[in-house]
């Protein structure tokens, strides 16, 4: 990671420079996104998909428009979100309920 220096008023006038990244927290942003996708719709399968189903799919989104180096963990998110929505409107319809249960 290169790290630029910056110097600040306060900063300036004792001689301190304090390091800031340099742009590339925007990739690293983005692989955390796509592997919380994964995680999140891998657990939407089990346990609150109507919640966990589309936070996964918007994840997913934003790691692969901002250029994720993980871009295969943040396809598998976008499936399992959409697989969690499918699977509560097929358990919606086998109950006829607006929610499902075991």
Do not use: Y
Request: hydrophobic letters at 55%.
């Amino acid at each position: 990671m290169q790290l630029t220096a910056v110097r600040t008023k306060d900063t300036a006038a004792r001689g301190k420079a304090t390091a800031a990244p340099a742009g590339r927290t925007g990739v690293r942003d983005a692989n955390g996104m796509a592997v919380a996708s994964f995680i999140l719709g891998l657990l939407g399968l089990l346990v609150l998909n109507l919640v966990l189903g589309p936070i996964a799919i918007a994840l997913a989104a934003v790691a692969l428009w901002r250029g994720t180096a993980r871009r295969g963990r943040a396809l598998l998110g976008l499936g399992l979100g959409v697989a969690d929505l499918v699977l509560l409107v097929t358990f919606m319809q086998l109950d006829h309920t607006v929610s499902w249960s075991f």
